[in-house]
């Protein structure tokens, strides 16, 4: 079974600074890892995720984040916020043992406060 | 596309009645996803289908709790007899093969259970 944790539960942030929300996860096969965020009354959206490859991954709305193996994490980067972005950030892992997809397994969210 | 589509986004009942969520997944998506969201356990896996074959049930909290797949187009999650402690936002997700689990939310159905 894997796990994640979200060290943050809220982060409050001044507009145009920058912001790194924090995500760790457990899992003793390889993950997927993702990020979502939800608006107030909405559903989650995908921002960005990590298949394979490269451990830089770039999402949108200008956010990126990068997968550490050695550390299990898995830490998400805005160089300079906007007051749109408040909202929720989840952290989100997934196992993919070629039989199939699998359920995703959700960090508790982060809520992003951002400070005019 | 449309995106998944839930249906109803607010619903309020009494306990002991019957409540039933609906699903529409994105056309061509094989996987159908139910999560709930409460603030004291966060965002937790249902029940998921492939091919709208029930392959993981362990989430459900009970036998209260039933979900179907009729068609490759629509999901029902039904709770019967509702309880207070039901009370969430229903999220239903479609992943398509293939894609390594990237998943498609809907909107929520923000359930109330009085």
Known sequence: AQSVTQLDSQVPVFEEAPVELRCNYSSSVSVYLFWYVQYPNQGLQLLLKYLSGSTLVKG???FEAEFNKSQTSFHLRKPSVHISDTAEYFCAVSTYSGGGADGLTFGKGTHLIIQP | ????IQS???EVTEMGQEVTLRCKPISGHDYLFWYRQTMMRGLELLIYFNNNVPIDDSG???DRFSAKMPNASFSTLK???SEPRDSAVYFCASSPEGTKN???F???TRLSVL
């Open chain 1, 60 to 62: 949108i709305n200008g």
């Open chain 2, 1 to 4: 596309d449309a995106g998944v």
């Open chain 2, 8 to 10: 109803p986004r607010h």
């Open chain 2, 60 to 62: 459900m909290p009970e």
């Open chain 2, 79 to 81: 709770i019967q007899p």
């Open chain 2, 102 to 104: 990237i998943q498609y």
């Open chain 2, 106 to 108: 809907g909107a929520g």
